[in-house]
């Protein structure tokens, strides 16, 4: 069995999607739900749908201990769903190939600190671009920076506004992350044509 750490600190629909989606997954688990902010609302979503929610410091995330802890539960991918904090160089190195992260824009362009949520849709339509959209990528320890996965695009309106456009690309990322995740564990590659990314839009 896959297990899996989603790490996340807002919302969490990314996260409870996933949850849905692999409840009952025959390769794939949900394994736990990790929260950096004690207020998100993403701590009761994953309760109410029966997920042990662990909270942790950046003291605790930078620890060695935190390491020994996800692997002793065997934990052998960490998905970042709406998770903000850089991802510190040995959590990357003992889980390399094997951490995924979601980002609400096509990278390269719209990443790096700091960019994330409205920001990174401020951004976008600030820039005058006719097309948004999400990357699924590995990570590695600089923000936004590793292998892309996957993306998809989706139009920028003449008359978004951030929530408008966010509303847009989190209907991508929920049909897309947990399938995008599915592909890459199962074959080590995520294959899907572009046709049919573009037909499914
Ligand atoms: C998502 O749009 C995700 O792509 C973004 O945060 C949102 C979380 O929404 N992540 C980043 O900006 C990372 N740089 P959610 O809490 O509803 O899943």
Same mark, same amino acid.
């Given at each position: 069995?896959?297990?899996?750490?989603?790490?996340?600190?807002?919302?969490?629909?990314?996260?409870?999607?996933?949850?849905?989606?692999?409840?009952?997954?025959?390769?794939?688990?949900?394994?736990?739900?990790?929260?950096? +902010?004690?207020?998100?609302?993403?701590?009761?979503?994953? +309760?109410?749908?029966?997920?042990?929610?662990?909270? =942790?410091?950046?003291?605790?995330?930078?620890?060695?201990?935190?390491?020994?802890? $996800?692997?002793?539960?065997?934990?052998?991918?960490?998905?970042?769903?709406? =998770?903000?904090?850089?991802?510190?160089?040995?959590?990357?190195?003992?889980?390399?190939? +094997?951490?995924?992260?979601?980002?609400?824009?096509?990278?390269?362009? =719209?990443?790096?600190?700091?960019?994330?949520?409205?920001?990174?849709?401020?951004?976008?339509?600030?820039?005058? +671009?006719?097309?948004?959209?999400?990357?699924?990528? $590995?990570?590695?320890?600089?923000?936004?920076?590793?292998?892309? $996965?996957?993306?998809?695009?989706?139009?920028?309106?003449?008359?978004?506004?951030?929530?408008?456009?966010?509303?847009?690309?989190?209907?991508?990322?929920?049909?897309? =992350?947990?399938?995008?995740?599915?592909?890459?564990?199962?074959?080590?590659?995520?294959?899907?044509?572009?046709?049919?990314?573009?037909?499914?839009?």
């Amino acid at each position: 069995m896959n297990k899996l750490a989603i790490f996340a600190s807002g919302a969490g629909s990314n996260a409870l999607n996933l949850i849905e989606y692999f409840k009952g997954h025959q390769s794939v688990a949900i394994d736990a739900v990790y929260c950096n +902010r004690q207020d998100a609302p993403v701590i009761g979503k994953a +309760r109410a749908a029966g997920v042990k929610v662990v909270l =942790f410091s950046k003291k605790d995330f930078q620890s060695e201990a935190f390491i020994r802890e $996800l692997k002793e539960r065997g934990t052998n991918w960490i998905i970042l769903a709406g =998770f903000l904090w850089l991802v510190p160089l040995l959590m990357v190195k003992t889980w390399r190939g +094997r951490i995924i992260n979601i980002h609400p824009a096509l990278l390269p362009d =719209f990443g790096g600190k700091g960019m994330f949520g409205h920001h990174v849709h401020e951004s976008v339509i600030k820039s005058g +671009r006719s097309r948004s959209g999400i990357t699924i990528h $590995l990570v590695d320890d600089h923000y936004d920076h590793g292998e892309t $996965l996957f993306q998809a695009t989706c139009p920028v309106m003449k008359d978004d506004t951030s929530e408008t456009l966010a509303s847009r690309i989190h209907l991508l990322e929920h049909k897309w =992350f947990p399938v995008v995740i599915e592909r890459y564990i199962e074959r080590g590659s995520v294959d899907f044509s572009q046709a049919d990314v573009d037909a499914s839009l």
